[in-house]
RNA sequence: GGGGCAUUAACUCAGUUGGUAGAGUGCUUGCAUGGCAUGCAAGACGUCAGCGGUUCAAAUCCGCUAUGCUCCA
């Protein structure tokens, strides 16, 4: 055992941003395990938020930074709980050099910090570098004094990073701690897991890599690092791998008391179980908090996915009930200190557990019904096995889990089919990853060159309307082929970059302004407004004149356009706020479009709303309006923002100055788009849909300001066309409609019954027009105008009351049909062996028809009425012989 | 983004090569009944998700749309 002091994973998080902010590296806070990146699914790694600035596409907001971030990764998910130290859920202390300090120091500090903070022995610490970094094998041996033998060199795989196959690159530099340094150094094998582990690694960005695999240095050189919390604390705490250490374990212990398992004598399949409801439980309730919510698709799914990995390994466990909340618990009080936004969201975190859990355990049941089908039938059949196919719907479309299907088919000495299974599920697979190519790049592009050359554009339409701006670059849009160019002539349609610019541009669920650039002779008609990064595009057609490179224009958005934009946008401000106040403190925002003429606004919600919600909510929103708040807009740090108790979105930017809209006592959220300057500017709002979109997600579609009066104009016309119709006043549509409904209903059935009874009627009329032939009645007639249905029942009701009997009869229910219907009692059909299918089939082909049934009642359907005589002599010679 | 499955009474669901729309629970009514899922009988309730197509005939087959479930990426 080595000797050095243990440190909770809550001390070793603070040392480390303490001994980085001490070194005036600026601490960050974590950020949201949703990117902005869209490219990446989950925030990945401790650097992912940085990567626009290592990129090259944003500037650092200060040189230096230092971050403990969260992060999950699920594809080594197989091997959570399995191996020392493989996690969904981890965190990635990191201290980041933007152009500033570079290899010498990061080599320096990062040893200062194990060893002086950490306290870990210089003996139990190996480094390594990158095969062809001479420079970092230096700083080792000369400035640390690390043995030459103790430094590894190590191929690219490990210790070269890249972001992508072009774009900065550089080499690292990794330091592992070694278990056993008794072991000596002649035989040091970092591969070696059992006797080492990693747990820092210096990223030294040094590249850029072109098209043609060039590296070329870089101009700006950054630090790019991450040091493994749970490995750290494994290490410090001196425990067999990191599930056990105070970042997890209680978690684990939540959970093996539920089960009533006592950790440290169960097995290890037992372990590994706990140990992955341990690792999940984080995950889920971290990305909840972060606001993913369960879906079918993308993040949604993972997690729904994680979420069902702990149910399953805690029924495995032998818990029964619904337990997931009971460990989130624990989870929950663990990160509180590090996350504090866990704690404020612990309401909707357990409101998603719950519903996932229940859903799982329906779909578990269900997946458990049709498995018994299946048993049963291997079994009547004789089989041993359950094929793959089966066994694989069950997963792919029932959402069985295999080894669940296994389980249960070896409890009746049953196996499955894997290797059909498997042939299956690659199948499954390819399907899915062979569409993922077909994106047109081609525009993106074009574009692309641009906004990397012409740098931000800075936006001026908060306090300006127009601007005098300069054409940074056109890219005229082709179906076939869009292209940068240098100028744009009379109906070109084009995207044009300015170096600032009045329009505002789609973000935050705000649409881009319309308006026009205007020049000597040249006019252009912009209706849409994108940004790549902070690269306003704007996008329109050249109306007159040409455009050029370097023009000076006249930038002039559409006023009456902004305005509405902008009654929709504080009205959707509000509406959060109302919601807040109505239904539950707990709403959030799941997604917002804000439109010239309308706004969607898409919230989490623990419950439906009622028709009172609704109404209430509405009503609130323009008891603000009419009490004319007025817009307090300020730029301020986020965590002042967050301290003021600002409405914050899921995901916010990672970004130190952040903009807060508040109307004082009303409401207080951080948003980039553009808003009245007080509240009566709006006019009115109206609520004009609420519906769920997905479990647990409503939507209101509202009206707000000038729009509204479209809204009306629209919905008055409707209801006075109405009025008109029904010559009633609008207040009593309703009603007049209500009415008729059931005045209509109650007449068809009237209807209904008078037919059937003249059906009964006519056909009671029939009967002493049977023949006897033999020991049957043949009844063959034509009951003239009636529909196909009440002739049934009368057929069936002439054979009941003939007894032994075959009965045929025919109408004409309207121009140009004719129905047939036969009906044979019993001993017609044993005896005799007539069928009325078969039978009715060849009469109705007389008449240019066809038909059929079961052997004891059978229609027939034809178009040919003149044939319809011929077809029933037919059908009574045919009878008459067939009975005799 | 791409597959699969589902949608039938107020609820849970049956409906086997296309041919009379059903069960249980609940509801209403009557009778019986001192409880534990009261018992017996009668009755009402259906746009078979929507739209289009094939067919003499569609809940059933085909296509589209919507909603939900589920797998893959």
Redesign the pocket.
Known sequence: MANFPSLSGRDIREKFLKFYEERQHKILPSASLIPEDPTVMLTIAGMLPFKPIFLGQRQAPQPRATTSQKCIRTNDIENVGRTARHHTFFEMLGNFSFGDYFKEQAIEWAWELSTQVYKLPANRIVPSVFNEDDEAFAIWRDRIGIPEHRIQRMGEKDNFWKSGVTGPCGPCSELYYDFHPELGDENIDLEDDSRFIEFYNLVFMQYNRDADGNLTPLENKNIDTGLGLERMAQILQQVPNNYETDLIFPIIKTAAEIAGIDYSKADEKTKTSLKVIGDHVRSVVHMIADGVT?????????L??LI?RVVRKGRSLGIEANFINQVAETAIALSEAAYPNVREREDFITSQLER?ES??L??LD?GEKLLADIIADATNLGSKQISGQDA??L???????LELTQEIAEEHSLTVDIEEFNRE?QQ?????????EAIDLTAKNALGEIVKSSGDTSFLGYSDLISQSQVMGIVIINEENSHNAKSATAREQVQIVLDKTPFYGESGGQIGDKGYLSGDDVLIRIDDVQKEGNVFVHQGKVDRGTINVGDTVNATIDRACRRRVQANHTATHLLQAALKKVVDDSVSQAGSLVNFDRLRFDFNSPRALTPQDVQQVEDLVNTWISEAHQADVNVMPIEKAKTKGATAMFGEKYGDEVRVIDFPGVSMELCGGTHVSNTAEIGAFKIISEI????G?RRIEAVAGAAILDYLNIRDKVVKELSDKFKVKPEEISDRVNNLQAEL?ATQ?ELEAAKQELALAKSDGLLSQAETVGDYKVLVANMGEMD??SL??AA?RLQQKLGEAAVVVASIPREG????VAAFSQQVIKEKKLQA?KF??GI?KIC???????P????????DASKLDEALDTAKQQLVAGLS
């Open positions: 369960g879906k079918n698709t993308g993040r949604g799914y993972i729904r996915r069902r996932e859903q799982f329906k779909t269900r694989f719907e997963y792919a479309t029932y959402g069985f889990p599920m499954h697979q390819e399907l899915g990853s062979k569409d993922l769920g979109i997905s479990s997600v209903k059935k196909a249905k049934q029942s069936e049909k004719v129905s047939l299918g009715i089939g109705a240019g028809g066809g038909g059929g049934g079961r004891n009642l059978a229609q027939a359907g034809a178009r």
